[in-house]
């Protein structure tokens, strides 16, 4: 591992790298739309009964906005609590998501759901990465979701300890 100085300050190496990307895919069920939407306090029909949907013109019921949201906001959480590519240790912390809810998502729907880091800053005071992110989320009749967020990536703060202490230790710190 190496660290940079910036400032007079030692700057560990990235945990996040320009480009990174990550995705999952969710399969949406009729049971599991109406689970989620029950526990988010969405009572919307739409979301709960197949025959109030077809009334209004869907081909079944549909996710809550909530729903999608929560899995396309989770998987950054998800993501970013894993180790680094070199195995570091590391965790997250949201700091700001927007998103834009473009199509409904129906039973039957398998979601793809897509991130990239576009940029990435260390910043001293808050001992992490301050990482920007664009992503989207498809089903195969298009984009039902697009989004930007902003987050934090850290070592754990043990883990952050002992990174800075082996990198005093290394010859590579001590030749600098």
Not at 19 to 44: C, K, Q, Y
């Amino acid at each position: 591992m190496t660290a940079v100085a910036s400032r007079g300050e030692l700057e560990p190496a990235p945990l996040v790298a320009l480009g990174e990307r990550f995705g999952r895919r969710v399969a949406f069920d009729e049971a599991g739309i109406r689970a989620f939407s029950t526990l988010a306090g969405d009572l919307n029909p739409l979301h709960h009964d197949a025959d109030a949907a077809r009334a209004a013109g869907y081909p079944s019921i549909s996710a809550s906005g909530t729903h999608s949201a929560s899995l396309f906001m989770g998987l950054t959480a998800t993501h970013f609590s894993t180790p680094a590519a070199d195995g570091r240790a590391r965790e997250v912390l949201g700091m700001s998501f927007g998103l834009h809810l473009r199509a409904p998502v129906f039973a039957g729907d398998e979601l793809e759901i897509t991130w990239q880091v576009k940029a990435t800053h260390w910043k001293p005071r808050l001992n992490g990465w301050v990482t920007e992110l664009d992503g989207d989320a498809r089903t195969a009749r298009g984009v039902v979701l697009r989004g930007h967020a902003t987050v934090l990536v850290r070592f754990p703060r043990e883990a952050h300890a002992n990174d800075i202490s082996e990198q005093q230790e290394s010859p590579q710190h001590a030749a600098q």
